[in-house]
């Protein structure tokens, strides 16, 4: 079992910036891939970055979305990842939540959400014009 939390939501400008935090417990050294994910109500929900770890280390991947503006992170020691979230626009609203699970590299890659059994309760992020 891996527990999650997020936190660090809030609301912001276009343009601002914030970084959200997902916090792991349990067994933690199980998972391989850890995600976040954001959804607006009555839309699907999206991968939005996720990091892959193997013997090599550690690889971020991002949505064609985020990409160049958020940025993945984690600190094993203690097990968090954050995402850091730049050049905010009003469309990067929506509810983030994490996710974590060992998953093949190619789902952890395509930040699939049905591969993820675990997940956090998630962290509202508005951004306003």
């Known amino acids: 079992q891996v527990q999650l939390m997020e936190s660090g939501g809030g609301s912001v400008q276009a343009g601002g910036a914030l970084r959200l935090s997902c916090a792991a417990a349990?067994?933690?050294?199980?998972?391989?891939?850890i995600a976040w994910f954001r959804q607006v109500p009555g839309k699907a929900r999206e991968g939005v970055a996720a990091?892959?770890?193997?013997?090599?280390?550690?690889?971020?991947y991002y949505a064609a979305s985020v990409k160049g503006r958020f940025t993945i992170s984690q600190d094993n020691a203690k097990n968090t990842v954050y995402l850091n979230l730049s050049s905010l626009k009003p469309e990067d609203t929506a509810m983030y939540s994490c996710?974590?699970?060992?998953?093949?590299?190619?789902?952890?890659?395509?930040?699939?959400?049905?591969?993820?059994?675990?997940w956090g309760q998630g962290t509202q992020v508005t951004v306003s014009s």
């Open positions: 996710a974590a699970d060992r998953v093949p590299w190619a789902a952890c890659r395509d930040i699939q959400a049905g591969v993820f059994d675990y």
């Open positions: 990091i892959y770890t193997d013997a090599d280390g550690d690889t971020p």
């Open positions: 349990g067994y933690t050294h199980s998972a391989n891939c």
